[in-house]
């Protein structure tokens, strides 16, 4: 029998992540190790796992050191991770007069501190070929800066991109590939009603940018159409 290609995907309750882990689940010769930070409430990924038979439903709040160190230990019968999805992410639009420590702590410890230390205690799953992806955003661009919408989510994204970058060039030898994406602005509670783009699409195009992955863009910032984003 075939050997099932396993992906990981944070935040797989709803939104991006979701619509990835279902896309994913749903292929033939994947499997999907989907987390959520209450597992008990993630109805559609309890559907999707009956549905497939192809989805492992694990908690992991991204946040917290002793959830990810949980979290990791209970992954000793996975051999591979294939695809390493970072997704789960909070916003934090604050402005200059609202700012505070507690404001900054909690969305770079989702944002960024949370996708660091997974990676450091999932590391010893990834092997030749495996891709890390992380889901980032045009408003972690410093060229694509435009002023608006407040300080945390931003500046939480251009960390990312730099922890991103940093490890392309620390993995490249080792065959691992990273990859960040933009999703696009997709109607999810963090991209909100109105916004353009239905997460099929998003999601889609993002899949198609980790299956077309080559090592052209490996450590680059892409969109979900394709197109280089500027750092
Ligand atoms: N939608 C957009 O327009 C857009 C644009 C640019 C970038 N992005 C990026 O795309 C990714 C997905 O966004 P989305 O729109 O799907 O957001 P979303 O609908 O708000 O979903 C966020 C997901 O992250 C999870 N999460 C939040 N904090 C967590 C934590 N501490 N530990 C584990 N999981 C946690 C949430 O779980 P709970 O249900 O438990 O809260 C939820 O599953 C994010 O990285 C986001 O920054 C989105």
């Not at 996975?78 to 505070?100: C, F, K, M, P, W």
């Not at 949370?114 to 799953?125: E, F, I, Q």
Request: aromatic share 6%; proline share 3%.
């Amino acid at each position: 029998m075939a050997t099932l290609r396993t992906v990981l995907v944070t935040g797989a309750n709803r939104g991006l992540g979701l619509g990835l882990a279902t896309r994913l689940a749903r292929r033939e010769g994947y499997q999907v190790i989907a987390t959520a930070r209450d597992p008990q409430t993630a109805t559609e990924l309890h559907d999707l796992a009956v549905e497939t038979g192809r989805v492992r439903l694990e908690q992991l709040d991204v946040s917290l050191e002793e959830s990810i160190v949980r979290f990791a230990g209970r992954l000793g019968d996975v051999d591979r991770i294939d695809v390493l999805i970072h997704n789960a992410a909070i916003t934090g639009y604050q402005e200059l007069g609202e700012l505070s420590i507690a404001a900054f702590s909690t969305v770079f410890e989702t944002n960024v501190f949370g996708p660091a230390v997974l990676t450091r205690h999932v590391r010893s799953k990834l092997g030749r070929g495996s891709l890390i992806v992380l889901l980032s955003s045009f408003t972690g661009s410093i060229a694509g800066t435009d002023g608006r919408i407040g300080f945390p989510y931003r500046m939480s994204k251009a960390a990312l991109n730099m922890f991103a970058r940093q490890l392309s060039i620390q993995l490249r030898d080792e065959g691992i590939g990273v990859l960040l994406l933009r999703p696009g602005n997709a109607k999810t509670r963090m991209g909100g009603a109105d916004a353009p783009l239905a997460v099929a699409t998003s999601v889609d195009g993002m899949l198609g940018q980790i299956d077309n992955f080559s090592p052209a863009v490996h450590g680059e910032f892409v969109g979900y159409d394709g197109k280089i984003v500027p750092w």
